[in-house]
């Protein structure tokens, strides 16, 4: 089982934090061949229990067929399509009693790199 400080201790450790919160963090994680992809990272209390969202955005809503991206929602290895304002971010959510630091860490480099790969069909990196 993680806590909180415990994930957060451990992203300090192997990452160089943008942002570093009480409840929230952010990193920008090198994803290869020059390409990096920010992922915020936020603890909250939800179904009677500390939970943590990864989120990372990928292109402006506007710019994609919501078709394409409900289709593309349906095949990601985890994590799901949102919609945060005007951006699209794949986003995942774990209860902090159900995992591990490593699981935390594990699911942070995934959903960096599943939000990349989304991009990367756009042939751009701004995110």
Do not use: C
Not at 23 to 33: K, Q
Not at 83 to 95: D, I, P, S, T, W
Request: glycine share 6%.
């Amino acid at each position: 089982m993680a806590t909180w400080d415990e994930v957060q201790e451990a992203a300090r450790a192997a990452f160089a934090l943008d942002r570093d919160d009480a409840h929230e963090f952010a990193l920008t994680m090198p994803i290869g061949l020059g390409r990096a992809q920010r992922v915020m990272v936020r603890r909250y209390d939800g179904l009677d229990t500390e939970l943590v969202e990864l989120r990372s955005a990928f292109a402006e809503a506007e710019d994609l067929d919501p078709r394409q991206v409900l289709d593309d929602n349906l095949h990601l290895a985890i994590g799901s399509v949102a919609q945060h304002g005007r951006y699209l971010v794949v986003v995942q959510k774990v209860a902090l009693s159900h995992t591990t630091v490593e699981g935390i860490l594990f699911y942070a480099i995934r959903v960096a790199q599943i939000a990349d790969s989304l991009e990367a069909r756009q042939g751009e990196d701004r995110f």
